[in-house]
């Protein structure tokens, strides 16, 4: 059984106007469809380890099939189904709702109809036309401190010091640092596999982090991480002030959890 399946983008034009066909479709909209029909499937893979994606373009009006793994559009198909369900993109990657959003703008600019789902499963997926209405919350940040993997690419610079980071998790991330930070490094870490903690903001809704929120916290040795108790007592110690301040703890927590209106 072949381990590959295809994500298929169905767009129609609904009025005389608005015909659609591989021929009449606009350069832009060919480069925008492929990309946020690209978003729709990395989100469940890590960047560094992302999977080919192959694309054939069919008639009728005009269907873009997007294969790579069956897992990945499977899940992809049954997230669309949820988002088709409740018509919320609340919860979803901050790139999946953009794409969800895209494809909302072009239906109603161009009063196209677009299916987006598992090629073959015709009622399942996400339909969309000119009337429908998606709904997101806003982003509530919080500040965390996790420890990340990677090897240092570059750092140093004189106006913006910081550091590039290549890991699993961000593909390259740029850490912001001090000047006074890096002058206090007690080795040369330029081509090194290393272990940093940062403070980084992350959307709670998500739990999606701001790469470009990233800031130096301190460099560790890999043994450092091991001792996990003395990782969390760490993490309590940052939070206790913050958390002395909230007067109703439960109610707090509640709300941020989405168990309170």
Do not use: C
Request: hydrophobic share 35%.
């Amino acid at each position: 059984m072949s381990n590959l399946d295809a994500l298929e983008i169905h767009i129609e034009g609904l009025g005389t106007e608005s015909k659609v066909s591989k021929s009449s479709f606009d350069i832009e909209d060919w480069i925008d469809t492929l990309k946020y029909g690209r978003d729709l499937l990395t989100s469940f893979q890590i960047r560094e380890k992302r999977q080919p994606i192959t694309v054939d373009v069919q008639e009728g009006s005009i269907k873009f099939l997007l294969t790579t793994l069956v897992g990945t559009v499977i899940q992809a198909n049954a997230l669309l189904s949820h988002v088709n369900e409740r018509m919320d993109l609340s919860g979803l990657p901050r790139k999946q709702q953009g794409a969800i959003q895209y494809f909302q703008k072009l239906a109603r600019k161009s009063n196209y109809r677009i299916s987006i789902g598992r090629s073959g499963a015709k009622n399942e997926g996400l339909k969309i036309d000119r009337y429908s209405s998606f709904t997101a919350s806003s982003i509530v940040w919080a500040e965390v401190s996790p420890i990340i993997d990677g090897i240092v690419e570059n750092i140093g610079g004189s106006k913006s010091p910081n550091i590039h980071l290549r890991t699993k998790e961000f593909g390259q991330l740029i850490i912001k640092a001090s000047k006074e930070a890096l002058s206090e490094l007690d080795q040369n870490y330029l081509y090194k596999k290393v272990r940093i903690e940062v403070n980084i903001r992350q959307d709670i809704s998500t739990g999606e982090f701001d790469p470009k929120s990233a800031e130096l916290v301190r460099f560790l040795s890999h043994e450092s991480h091991n001792s996990f108790e003395e990782y969390l007592d760490t993490l309590i110690e940052k939070a206790t002030p913050a958390l002395s301040k909230i007067s109703n703890k439960e109610e707090w927590l509640s709300q941020i959890r989405g168990y309170v209106d």
